[in-house]
């Protein structure tokens, strides 16, 4: 019970972190570029709580009136709903509204003057007597922004609206940036009415900032205070037979001083330096006896299990543990050297998939926390760092690729309509792919996840 409640509260907070990067790429790059975002929501419906800010100023037409047929009925604090067009020169003007009464039901003003509803209710009386009665969903919008939030100013002939919301939703397993008009270029202020050059930077920003993710999150690393080891010297314990480093000639009490072109000043990155260099020739100055030899080595792009690239084991011997904490700068060196290392590593592994080597394993999300809960108990804080990057790295690169209902084949039908020189596909057309794709995605999640709980009951660790 313990490893199941150290796998939530690691994995929770870092799938909610890596969304909320991502998202936040969609968030700046829409607003950047002058798009209507109605709202910014972290988990996935229902709503758990929402607060509304911005300054949001929509016009009022002189046949729109308010609950009790006058603007001065609204004041700050009041929750609306509206349907805003378009005036000449791009500025919102209310044609429905919504509003809320004293005993919390909901009334619709329209733009023909009349109050027009209370909460939906549709009796042959009311209707008779109020023959335009009816909700704000029974209004045909695709021309319209809806839009909702909090009255902040009413004047006679504007209000100010508080309606960008900020959402916290009860499923934590996502999130979700909402946009105008995302597929309805006849909206106001909307996505789909952008040409296709600000559609695909909006597109592809949360990849983006996945992507930028472990720069930043290596470079926070490096600031916050962290024991480094110092010195020391990786001294060889046991060479399997038949490895690279067999036939290299290494042997039990070398001393490996460099790797390739680099002195080994931390030990420790031995392994990853060895990765780095998998299926490339080497040299590798090693100390034996009280002098010094070169030897050529060639690591293995997929070693047999518990071997490792050059079949060595080793220990660091004569080492020293040092407190330090780098200075902004240093850290966002580090930051980019250490995320082109991790990417290096990553491009060798999938050209290892495709070099007769062993393929890849899936693990789902209940496979992902598992992971996560894992290191964490043995790694910490860094652990938990390093599992974050290499996912945001995941899902920045499964983003991107033309998968319908991801962004990547959002991207693949912008870029259809650029070839078709701004012929678009048709919406339902493009939204039946991406329905397709949906359940063909929780199709997989769902066998991927059987797979996990397969391999949790028996107690297997997907770390092997």
């Given at each position: 019970?313990?490893?199941?409640?150290?796998?939530?509260?690691?994995?929770?907070?870092?799938?909610?972190?890596?969304?909320?990067?991502?998202?936040?790429?969609?968030?700046?790059?829409?607003?950047?570029?002058?798009?209507?975002?109605?709202?910014?929501?972290?988990?996935?419906?229902?709503?758990?709580?929402?607060?509304?800010?911005?300054?949001?100023?929509?016009?009022?037409?002189?046949?729109?009136?308010?609950?009790?047929?006058?603007?001065?009925?609204?004041?700050?604090?009041?929750?609306?709903?509206?349907?805003?067009?378009?005036?000449?020169?791009?500025?919102?003007?209310?044609?429905?509204?919504?509003?809320?009464?004293?005993?919390?039901?909901?009334?619709?003003?329209?733009?023909?003057?009349?109050?027009?509803?209370?909460?939906?209710?549709?009796?042959?009386?009311?209707?008779?007597?109020?023959?335009?009665?009816?909700?704000?969903?029974?209004?045909?919008?695709?021309?319209?922004?809806?839009?909702?939030?909090?009255?902040?100013?009413?004047?006679?002939?504007?209000?100010?609206?508080?309606?960008?919301?900020?959402?916290?939703n009860w499923l934590p397993?996502?999130?979700?940036?909402?946009?105008?008009?995302?597929?309805?270029?006849?909206?106001?202020?909307?996505?789909?009415?952008?040409?296709?050059?600000?559609?695909?930077?909006?597109?592809?920003?949360?990849?983006?900032?996945?992507?930028?993710?472990?720069i930043v999150a290596f470079?926070?690393?490096?600031?916050?205070?962290?024991?480094?080891?110092?010195?020391?010297?990786?001294?060889?314990?046991?060479?399997?037979?038949?490895?690279?480093?067999?036939?290299?000639?290494?042997?039990?009490?070398?001393?490996?001083?460099?790797?390739?072109?680099?002195?080994?000043?931390?030990?420790?990155?031995?392994?990853?330096?060895?990765?780095?260099?998998?299926?490339?020739?080497?040299?590798?100055?090693?100390?034996?006896?009280?002098?010094?030899?070169?030897?050529?080595?060639?690591?293995?792009?997929?070693?047999?299990?518990?071997?490792?690239?050059?079949?060595?084991?080793?220990?660091?011997?004569?080492?020293?543990?040092?407190?330090?904490?780098?200075?902004?700068?240093?850290?966002?060196?580090?930051?980019?050297?250490?995320?082109?290392?991790?990417?290096?590593?990553?491009?060798?592994?999938?050209?290892?998939?495709?070099?007769?080597?062993?393929?890849?394993?899936?693990?789902?999300?209940?496979?992902?926390?598992?992971?996560?809960?894992?290191?964490?108990?043995?790694?910490?804080?860094?652990?938990?760092?390093?599992?974050?990057?290499?996912?945001?790295?995941?899902?920045?690169v499964l983003n991107i690729?033309?998968?319908?209902?991801?962004?990547?084949?959002?991207?693949?039908?912008?870029?259809?309509?650029?070839?078709?020189?701004?012929?678009?596909?048709?919406?339902?057309?493009?939204?039946?792919?991406?329905?397709?794709?949906?359940?063909?995605?929780?199709?997989?999640?769902?066998?991927?996840?059987?797979?996990?709980?397969?391999?949790?009951?028996?107690?297997?660790?997907?770390?092997?």
């Amino acid at each position: 019970m313990d490893t199941v409640l150290i796998a939530l509260a690691s994995f929770i907070p870092m799938l909610l972190l890596l969304v909320v990067v991502h998202e936040l790429g969609h968030f700046w790059s829409a607003k950047a570029f002058g798009i209507k975002v109605l709202e910014f929501g972290v988990g996935y419906p229902p709503r758990a709580f929402g607060i509304f800010t911005g300054r949001t100023e929509t016009l009022v037409a002189d046949t729109t009136v308010c609950l009790n047929g006058s603007l001065q009925a609204l004041k700050p604090g009041d929750v609306v709903r509206i349907l805003s067009g378009e005036t000449e020169d791009g500025r919102l003007i209310a044609r429905y509204i919504e509003v809320r009464d004293a005993a919390g039901n909901e009334g619709m003003i329209g733009s023909m003057g009349r109050f027009v509803g209370f909460g939906g209710r549709r009796t042959e009386e009311a209707e008779q007597e109020h023959p335009q009665r009816r909700r704000l969903e029974d209004v045909e919008s695709d021309e319209f922004l809806r839009h909702e939030g909090k009255v902040r100013e009413a004047h006679p002939d504007r209000i100010v609206l508080a309606d960008m919301l900020y959402s916290v939703n009860w499923l934590p397993l996502g999130g979700f940036v909402r946009l105008s008009g995302e597929n309805n270029p006849a909206a106001p202020q909307s996505l789909a009415r952008r040409g296709v050059g600000q559609r695909a930077i909006v597109l592809a920003a949360g990849s983006a900032m996945n992507a930028l993710f472990p720069i930043v999150a290596f470079a926070i690393m490096a600031m916050v205070p962290h024991t480094v080891l110092m010195g020391g010297t990786a001294q060889i314990t046991a060479v399997a037979p038949g490895s690279p480093a067999a036939e290299a000639g290494l042997m039990p009490g070398d001393r490996v001083l460099s790797v390739g072109e680099q002195a080994l000043v931390q030990p420790e990155r031995l392994p990853q330096e060895v990765r780095l260099g998998a299926g490339s020739e080497m040299s590798w100055l090693v100390e034996r006896g009280g002098q010094t030899h070169v030897v050529q080595i060639t690591p293995r792009v997929d070693p047999p299990p518990g071997q490792g690239a050059v079949g060595i084991g080793y220990e660091i011997v004569g080492q020293q543990a040092e407190r330090r904490a780098e200075p902004p700068w240093v850290a966002l060196r580090l930051g980019v050297t250490d995320t082109w290392d991790m990417l290096t590593l990553i491009g060798r592994e999938v050209r290892g998939w495709f070099g007769g080597g062993r393929g890849p394993e899936f693990s789902g999300p209940i496979g992902i926390a598992q992971i996560t809960g894992q290191v964490t108990q043995s790694g910490g804080f860094q652990g938990w760092m390093v599992v974050a990057i290499l996912l945001s790295i995941n899902l920045a690169v499964l983003n991107i690729l033309p998968i319908p209902m991801l962004d990547g084949g959002r991207l693949l039908f912008v870029a259809i309509e650029w070839v078709r020189g701004g012929k678009r596909v048709p919406s339902e057309k493009e939204g039946l792919v991406h329905l397709i794709g949906f359940v063909a995605m929780i199709a997989l999640v769902i066998a991927i996840s059987a797979n996990d709980i397969v391999r949790l009951v028996q107690g297997i660790s997907p770390l092997g």
